[in-house]
């Protein structure tokens, strides 16, 4: 089974409502036993990063999130999923999940004419080949909704980069947790294609990458 | 880099499907779920639902539309039409809205703005404004103004400074809809339009007028929009979204092509 965290963050309907229409079953659950007993667990959100911490570490899904971690099992994270994923977020000061190094940075942006937040949709340019943006091309967007995004330390752990007054990192992965910035949930088809690719990924990055070690 | 989006705007009377020109004479031209889909197949950006008798006797029937359309559509859209308060955006958020738009309510009560945009956010808080073009007064100086209940009430405001009024109090987005334009299918209102783009910091989409892709080629151009909303054109078939988003990029605007 599919589990969707619900951690009191965002519209995690609409997460439902995309996998139903890809034909994938899954269930919501706000109850860390349940991700013990997940195949693959969705980690979606909107909202403050405080709050989300917060939340995660009172309900205890913070540690059974790592504990899947740890255990293999595929984990997708979205937007939130994957900015508390990382060591802290600039947002509020907040200590998040550290599953992977790195911070969650505001935009600071040179050009006065680009607005935060970065709303609307916008390319995604894959640096490293993963299961789950395989056929993504160049002019392929996504719908992006944020103020801040994630900045692993180490670009072993960036998979694709997007512009907004320069480049950003918009999707994350390492083992079997993957994360991107913008919402597959609402990027029409080619983000149910995603979550699509998501529902039968084995939790590997195949090591023929390419790029790995550049 | 963000591209410009086309917003197809569906007015709902009673879960049916309406066109009006000038605000009055709606006429049913479908079922607005079956169009939503089609819509988005075809490539809009977003959708926006204006529910045009919205009261609170049928705003039971408002919440089940929404969900029905959630669980069709996969791209962001918001709904407008009698949101008078937090609990009626909030619970359209809750049933699969993106966002939602104030109107009249707000400019009745301003704060009503910074309420919902305290509650879901910024990103989900639209400002839709109705304005017509008068005489410039000291009182509206850019000689726009608002008017409220349809294009009915005239409100004694100026059109430049309830935007950056609304920006100020938490709207995320500003909705410009000329009540001069509407229906008319001879362009949007660019002077308007530019005005408000370049007097605020928060995308502005604008609305009413549009009757052949060249004027979305000059709203984004010509009128600085960051996203323009069309209706009846597209709403009896003289045009595609991808039409006109083919148009567009041949045009040099950036646009989502892929879908």
């Not at chain 1, 595929?74 to 990382?86: D, E, K, S, T, Y």
């Not at chain 1, 694709?160 to 083992?175: N, P, Q, S, V």
């Not at chain 1, 294609?193 to 529902?199: G, T």
Request: hydrophobic share 40%; with cysteine.
């Amino acid at each position: 089974m599919l589990a969707i965290i619900d951690y009191g963050a965002g519209n995690i309907g609409s997460v439902q409502r995309a996998c139903t229409e890809t034909g994938i079953k899954s269930v919501i659950t706000p109850n860390p036993a349940d991700l013990k007993k997940a195949e693959r667990i969705i980690f979606p959100g909107v909202g403050a990063a405080p709050t989300a911490m917060e939340n995660l570490i009172r309900t205890g899904l913070g540690e059974a999130i790592k504990e899947a971690f740890v255990a293999g099992v595929p984990i997708l994270g979205i937007c939130l999923g994957a900015q508390v994923v990382l060591d802290s977020s600039e947002e509020g000061d907040t200590p998040c999940l550290g599953i992977i190094p790195g911070k969650t940075v505001l935009f600071k942006l040179q050009d006065k004419s680009l607005k935060i937040p970065h709303i609307g949709w916008n390319n995604v340019k894959v640096t490293q080949p993963h299961p789950l943006l395989e056929g993504i091309g160049k002019e392929d967007e996504f719908y992006f909704v944020h103020s801040y995004y994630p900045r692993p330390a180490k670009k072993g752990n960036i998979f694709a980069i997007t512009d907004y007054g320069g480049d950003f990192c918009c999707a994350i992965g390492a083992k079997n947790y993957f994360a991107v910035q913008f919402h597959p949930e609402k990027s029409g088809r080619l983000g149910l294609e995603m979550l699509q690719r998501f529902a039968t990924w084995d939790g590997e990055i195949p090591a023929k990458s390419e790029n790995r070690g550049k | 880099m963000l591209s410009k989006r086309l917003i197809v705007c569906l007015d709902v009377r009673e879960g049916k499907l309406a066109k009006s020109i000038k605000f009055v004479d709606t006429k049913d031209i479908g079922d607005p779920v079956a169009k939503a889909r089609q819509y988005y197949e075809d490539g809009a950006d977003e959708l926006v639902f204006y529910d045009i008798n919205a009261s609170r006797a049928n705003r039971d029937i408002t919440l089940k539309f929404v969900e029905a359309v959630a669980a069709q559509i996969f791209i962001p859209f918001s709904v407008g039409g009698g949101i008078r308060s937090v609990e009626d955006a909030t619970k359209l958020r809750l049933a699969g809205a993106e966002k939602v738009n104030v109107n009249s309510a707000a400019v009745k009560r301003k704060e009503l703005i910074s309420e919902i945009s305290g509650a879901i956010g910024a990103q989900s808080t639209v400002l839709s404004m109705d304005v017509k073009k008068t005489t410039k007064t000291e009182e509206i100086p850019s000689g726009y103004e608002i008017v409220i209940n349809d294009g009915t009430v005239n409100t004694g405001m100026d059109a430049i400074e309830w935007a950056k009024t609304g920006e100020k109090l938490g709207a995320g987005e500003l909705v410009v809809n000329s009540i001069d334009a509407d229906g008319t299918k001879d362009g949007y209102e660019l002077t308007l339009t530019r005005m408000i783009a370049d007097s605020v910091g928060i995308p502005v989409i604008a609305s009413g007028g549009a009757g052949k892709p060249e004027h979305l080629y000059e709203a984004f151009a010509i009128g600085h929009a960051d996203a323009a909303l069309v209706a009846s054109i597209v709403h009896y078939g003289e045009y595609t979204c991808r039409q006109l988003k083919d148009y567009l990029h041949s045009r040099g605007i950036k646009v989502r092509t892929k879908f």
